[in-house]
């Protein structure tokens, strides 16, 4: 397991404790290195209480690894349930590991994650979404 981004020191060490190989690889600023990351992950878990449109997400998404988090906020625009990624049941911990070994076993996840990100957040569609609700509002 890698762990990317920042977290607190007292749930590092007990997650150290836990004898499973994970790896704390920290905060990454360059896009470069933390594509090559998305890239290369198998799966990317958001397992956020609370969440809008998460970047981690898209980004993961648009690098073609699928994303398994709880289906609240934004993230149902993001993922489509066992298509593209997983939708756990909000804060059931048991269906976010059954959506892991979901992504684990659908090589085909990543591709369809990558091909909605370019459907439903190419710049050109948003674009045209903005000109829509612009022409819609005057």
Wanted: include cysteine; charged fraction near 20%; charge should be positive.
């Amino acid at each position: 397991f890698l762990v990317v981004g920042r977290f607190d020191v007292k749930v590092k060490e007990r997650i150290e404790q836990s004898q499973l190989p994970i790896k704390f690889y920290g905060f990454v600023e360059s896009k470069l290195e933390l594509r090559a990351l998305y890239s290369l992950a198998r799966v990317t878990v958001v397992p956020s209480r609370e969440e809008n449109l998460t970047n981690v997400a898209m980004e993961s998404s648009a690098c073609g690894t699928p994303v398994v988090c709880f289906d609240i906020g934004g993230n149902s625009q993001i993922v489509k349930h066992m298509f593209s990624g997983y939708l756990a049941i909000p804060f059931k911990t048991q269906d976010l590991a059954r959506g892991i070994e979901w992504a684990l076993s659908n090589t085909n996840a990543g591709s369809r994650a990558r091909e909605m990100m370019s459907q439903n957040f190419s710049r050109s569609k948003t674009a045209q979404d903005y000109i829509n609700l612009y022409s819609n509002i005057i």
